[in-house]
């Protein structure tokens, strides 16, 4: 079982236009990225243009939710009072067998443990009735 994270203290994301899409399909636990509609280029982070074909068409792709951990790190100074009682923990940037790339945190393993590349899989952490935010752990 993964350790949720008490949120109360946290600001959540403002849920409005592309953020918004990609939570709602988060709290189905569904998680996808949003790609050109054209050349299936992934647009991660979501954007109206594609930076390859230049199409303004797109849709959202499912993703499996395993990748490996691209690139990590571990604050040790809280950015805010909420952070407090989770320091330290893991920051990190996976990469998913799909391709995109995205921040978020790796959960549910010794920080002497993480290497580079190793594999995780994607776990569903709802913060709330209205969000929830996708996190990683060890596949
Ligand atoms: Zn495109």
Request: aromatic letters at 12%; one cysteine or more.
């Amino acid at each position: 079982m993964s350790t949720a994270v008490k949120h109360d203290d946290f600001q959540l994301p403002v849920m409005s236009g592309y953020a918004k899409e990609s939570y709602d399909l988060c709290k189905a636990h569904k998680l996808s990225f949003q790609r050109c509609a054209k050349c299936k280029t992934f647009r991660q982070p979501p954007r109206p243009l594609c930076n390859k074909c230049h199409s303004f068409e797109t849709e959202w792709a499912p993703v499996k939710g395993t990748g490996k951990l691209y690139a990590w790190t571990i604050p040790m100074n809280p950015i805010g009072k909420a952070w407090v009682s989770y320091m330290p923990y893991v920051a990190a940037i996976v990469e998913l067998d799909e391709g995109p790339r995205m921040a978020t945190w790796v959960t549910d393993v010794p920080h002497d443990q993480l290497k580079l590349n190793m594999p995780v899989k994607v776990w569903y952490d709802d913060l709330t009735s209205e969000v929830t935010v996708a996190k990683f752990k060890p596949a």
